[in-house]
Structures are given as structure tokens and as C-alpha cells.
């Protein structure tokens, strides 16, 4: 194949062209600052409200609920910090899970420093909170509870509407980091009583740099960037029209063909699984079975470098990922991968392949091809293979 064969959509995904279309003449022709309240700033204000309606009505959300900022991660740190400050006199507890994206879990870190308290529930040996779990740490001066919606390495998606109804009981904050599920899963925040949803664009054919939080009206939360009157005062810096405009465009086209795609997304994800395991023995299939992201396939090859195994890959042209792509570049086993029970070992031989609207039937044949000599090869390499063939 001397095309690339990219299977990394949970890294990040292309621009699409419609997307692109829609983002270009806010570049250069429609470049007014939606504060300013001459014609060309009224047009960049319009759009601006537009992309907002669009996202919000996806979400189920009032438009005044939601608020652009510049990243997920930014959203995260907003929504776990905001609530944390602007809640401190009713409390100091937060309720997470040891499985969340590090722009959750370092925001807590943070937080711990700060005096408060931080929960970090179990999950399964598929990744999923366990309910009665959450129940039981809940205490007088919990404040908030955040629970990704879906998992970026191993796909998970977690019980969010028992979670939420919970939370809704207990009157305490639900916040859902939504970066993974946002154009590949049905959200509703009313159905699912979510309080706080951080979307990030580049997951979903959007430009990076791109980002929402929803806030739910009545929910209390502090400013997390102090300067100008945008985003009705509560979150600073002229606004990334094109990037925003390229957001709410991408959110259309997902949800416009969501059952299709996914179906299509589900068929090429099972094919993938089943002929990985059917062709390569000694592997492990990470995440629920059936409980997880459409594009989402992360299996550990027993006795095999996860990272050379990424770089025997990318010299035959496939894209792919050890884990999430923030730690990649580092040596220590995935935090998620340690939280559903790998031993080391097996984590570390862990592949994650993310599939996306571009990838084909053909694609998936190509890299179980390729998968099958190339482990084949590192296995022969492997000390603790040979041993293991040898007590079989
Ligand atoms: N949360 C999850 C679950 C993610 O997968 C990511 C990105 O990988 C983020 C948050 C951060 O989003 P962003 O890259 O927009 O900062």
C-alpha cells in the first residue's frame, strides 16, 4: 500500500473537506471580531451564534449553555476546577475514575494539592464504574462527580444515565468528558442529567484547538479565564470563529449519518478483531465486547513490544497507537491498561487501532496481513515466546 493507512482516529482525525469549506471564508473574508458591532463583526457574531445553536441542539442543550474554549483538555480543567473553587464552601470531595484521560486525573492531582479530596473509583476488568461503587463513596461533601462518557484507549463506554440519575438524586454535580463519544454516540443531557460535558473538535473531523464545555443552567462554577466580555464573561479570548464554525459543521455531518456510519464503523471494527484473533494466537482483546466506540480495537499481543511493534507498522505504512497518544513517548505502561488488570508485560504489548469514516474493508486486510508477519517476526525475537512454546 504506498498510501498511509490510517487507523489512529482516536489521536486525532482530518479536516473534512466540508468542514473545511464551511471554515475558509472566516479566514480571510469574514475575519471581523464578533465583539466588534461594525457589519463584518456582526457576520463573525452570527456565525459564531449559529455554531452554537447547531452543537447546543445536538446535546439537547439550551445554546446558552454551551461555551467554546480552546481544547478539551481546557474544558476538562474548566469543569473539574470551576466546580471544585466555586463550590468549596459545600464541599471538598470529587468522585472520578482511575481510568480517565490525564486532562482529568492531573486536574485532580492539582486539586489534591490544593486541600481537596479526590475519589478514584475501580473500574472492571472491561473498564466500566461500577455503580454500587460510586454509590458508596459518595459522602456529605461530595461536590462532584466526573465520569468520562467513553474510554480513548480501550473504548468503554460507561453507564452514564445510571450514573447521572445517581448524581441527580444525591444533588451533586455530574461533569462527562465527552471528547471520544461527541459525533459517535446519541447524547442527550437532559435524558442522561448531565450537569457539565467537555467536546473536543479534532475527534470528530474538526480542527485541533477546538473545544466546548456545556454548562448546565444554575450550575455553579467559577470563571476559569479572566479577561474580556466573550462567551457571556465567563470565558475570555476573542473567539476561533473558523475553528468554531468547523466544529459545529462537523457535528452536523456526524449526527446527520450517525446509525450508517457506526454501522459501517461496528461491521469494520469486528472484521478487524475477529481476523486479528483468528490469524495471531496469544492475544487479549482490552475493553468491553460490546460496550464500546464504534472505531474503537485495542488488543495486547502477548511477548511483543507494543513500541516496535508501532514502528514495524508505521515502515509499512499503517498509523496506529500503543495507548493513548499522550503517553506515548513515555515507558510506563497505560494507567487505563493497569486499571482493568494487565500485568505489564501485557500491557505494554497493547495496540490500539482507531478506526474512522475513511477506513475500508480493505485496509482491514491489509494490516492483518501485515500484523501476521510482523509479530510473527518480533515473537521469534521474544526469549519468553520460545518458553512459552516450549511448556505448551
Ligand atoms: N479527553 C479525552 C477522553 C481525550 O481522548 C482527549 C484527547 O485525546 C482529551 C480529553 C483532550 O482533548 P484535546 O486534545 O482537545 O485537548
Not at 337 to 351: D, F, P, Q
Request: net charge negative; glycine share 8%.
Amino acid at each position: 500500500m504506498d498510501r498511509l493507512v490510517y487507523m489512529d482516529n482516536s489521536a486525532t482525525t482530518p479536516v473534512k473537506k466540508e468542514v473545511l469549506d464551511a471554515m475558509l471564508p472566516y479566514f480571510s473574508e469574514a475575519y471581523g471580531n464578533p465583539s466588534s458591532i461594525y457589519k463584518l463583526g456582526r457576520e463573525s457574531k452570527q456565525a459564531l451564534e449559529e455554531s452554537r445553536e447547531i452543537i447546543a441542539k445536538h446535546l439537547n442543550a439550551k445554546p446558552r449553555e454551551l461555551f467554546f474554549t480552546g481544547s478539551g483538555t481546557e474544558a476538562d480543567n474548566w469543569a473539574v476546577k470551576g466546580v471544585a473553587y466555586g463550590n468549596r464552601s459545600k464541599g471538598n470531595h470529587i468522585i472520578t475514575s482511575k481510568i480517565e484521560h490525564h486532562a482529568i486525573l492531573h486536574t485532580c492531582e492539582a486539586l489534591e494539592k490544593q486541600g481537596f479530596e479526590v475519589t478514584y473509583l475501580d473500574v472492571d476488568k472491561y473498564g466500566m464504574v461500577n455503580v454500587e461503587d460510586l454509590k458508596k463513596a459518595i459522602k456529605d461533601e461530595t461536590i462532584l462527580i466526573s465520569i468520562m462518557f467513553a474510554n480513548n484507549e480501550i473504548g468503554t463506554i460507561q453507564p452514564i444515565k445510571e450514573i447521572g440519575k445517581i448524581a441527580k438524586e444525591k444533588n451533586i454535580y455530574f461533569h462527562t468528558d465527552a471528547v471520544q463519544a461527541m459525533g459517535h454516540l446519541k447524547i442527550d443531557v437532559e435524558e442522561l442529567n448531565i450537569d457539565l460535558l467537555s467536546m473536543s473538535g479534532h475527534k470528530l473531523y474538526a480542527p485541533k484547538g477546538t473545544g466546548a464545555l456545556y454548562i448546565r443552567t444554575g450550575v455553579k462554577i467559577d470563571t476559569f479565564i479572566d479577561g474580556g466580555a466573550q462567551e457571556r464573561r465567563r470565558r475570555a479570548g476573542t473567539e476561533n470563529i473558523p475553528g468554531i464554525v468547523g466544529m459545529a459543521k462537523a457535528v452536523e455531518i456526524a449526527y446527520s449519518d450517525l446509525e450508517e456510519s457506526n454501522k459501517k464503523l461496528i461491521r469494520l471494527r469486528d472484521s478487524l478483531i475477529k481476523k486479528i484473533q483468528d490469524n495471531i494466537g496469544h492475544t487479549v482483546l482490552n475493553g468491553h465486547p460490546t460496550e464500546r466506540l464504534p472505531g474503537n480495537v485495542n488488543i495486547s499481543f502477548e511477548f511483543i513490544e507494543g513500541e516496535s511493534l508501532l514502528l514495524s507498522l508505521d515502515m509499512v505504512n499503517i498509523a496506529g497507537s500503543s495507548g493513548s497518544a499522550c503517553t506515548s513517548g513515555s515507558l510506563d505502561p497505560s494507567h487505563v491498561l493497569m486499571a482493568i488488570g494487565l500485568t505489564h508485560e501485557v500491557a505494554h504489548g497493547s495496540l490500539r487501532l482507531s478506526l474512522g469514516d475513511f477506513n475500508t474493508e480493505e485496509e482491514i486486510d491489509y494490516v492483518v496481513e501485515k500484523l501476521i508477519g510482523i509479530v510473527d517476526r518480533l515473537r521469534m525475537m521474544s526469549p519468553l515466546y520460545e518458553k512459552a512454546k516450549e511448556v505448551k
